[in-house]
């Protein structure tokens, strides 16, 4: 059985490697489209939604409770999405510690396993 909580420790710390070597956040990705700021901006937002989904919360509850945080996202420089995801990794390991794998979450397309959410989000950080 895989231990999908090992796992996306493993990948958030990655990140936390990474982000301090980050000099332009204008580089280009391998998805040609996404600058490094457009990745980081799309792992932070992803994150922010965990603890709300994982309590319990819908989609449309969770996003009403995000929709401040959401719009600082949209403008947020580089450093600003750094300390946006410093501020979140305490909250979203609690998240994932807590809530048992077996139960569901509701996600965009319906409900889900938490452990399939946990997958995907760790293979979104990875």
């Known amino acids: 059985m895989t231990d999908w909580i090992a796992l996306q420790s493993q990948a958030v710390d990655l990140y936390d490697r990474v982000l301090p070597t980050i000099a332009d956040w204008d580089a280009a990705t391998p998805c040609s489209q996404w600058t490094a700021r457009d990745v980081l901006a799309h792992v932070v937002d992803e994150q922010m939604w965990v603890p709300g989904l994982l309590a319990g919360g819908t989609i449309d509850e969770v996003a009403g409770d995000l929709e401040e945080p959401l ?35 509701h996600l965009s397309y319906g409900l889900a396993p938490v452990e399939h959410y946990l997958a995907q989000q760790t293979f979104d950080l990875a």
């Open 71 to 105: 719009l600082r996202l949209s403008g947020a420089t580089g450093p600003d999405l750094v300390a946006f995801w410093h501020s979140l990794r305490a909250p979203v390991a609690a998240s994932w510690r807590g809530t048992p794998l077996d139960e569901e979450v």
